[in-house]
């Protein structure tokens, strides 16, 4: 591996852990209902599984379009976009 294909790598990874930790900030935020900071046990069960429950459901299609549009955007190849919505789709029965 060339340094110059190393750089671009280190990048990516952090560019990804910026987008992973931004994600989870806000889906925080939309499961703490009580504005404290910290999540009950039901709160970090809707943080855990924001599909299931009615108040998070903004928060899915976000983290959804996000998602796709980082890997389109990021020089991912479109065959793993496509695995990706499908899995989105498989998991959230409300995706037509």
Same mark, same amino acid.
């Given at each position: 591996?060339h340094?110059?294909?190393?750089?671009e =790598?280190?990048?990516?990874?952090?560019?990804?852990?910026?987008?992973?930790?931004?994600?989870?900030?806000?889906?925080? /935020?939309? /499961?703490?209902?009580?504005? =404290?900071?910290?999540? &009950?046990? /039901?709160?970090?069960s809707?943080?855990l +599984?924001?599909?299931?429950?009615? +108040?998070?459901? =903004?928060?899915v299609?976000?983290?959804?379009?996000? &998602?796709?549009?980082?890997?389109?955007?990021?020089?991912? %190849?479109?065959?793993? &976009?496509w $695995?990706?919505l499908?899995k989105l789709c498989? $998991? %959230?029965? +409300?995706?037509?």
């Open positions: 591996m340094a110059d294909e190393k750089e =790598d280190e990048e990516n990874e952090r560019y990804d852990y910026r987008y992973m930790l931004n994600r989870d900030k806000r889906r925080w /935020a939309k /499961a703490d209902q009580n504005g =404290d900071g910290l999540l &009950t046990k /039901a709160e970090f809707d943080f +599984h924001p599909e299931e429950v009615d +108040h998070m459901k =903004d928060v299609i976000d983290v959804s379009n996000q &998602t796709c549009a980082f890997y389109l955007n990021s020089n991912r %190849n479109l065959k793993k &976009t $695995q990706i499908r498989d $998991q %959230n029965p +409300h995706i037509d």
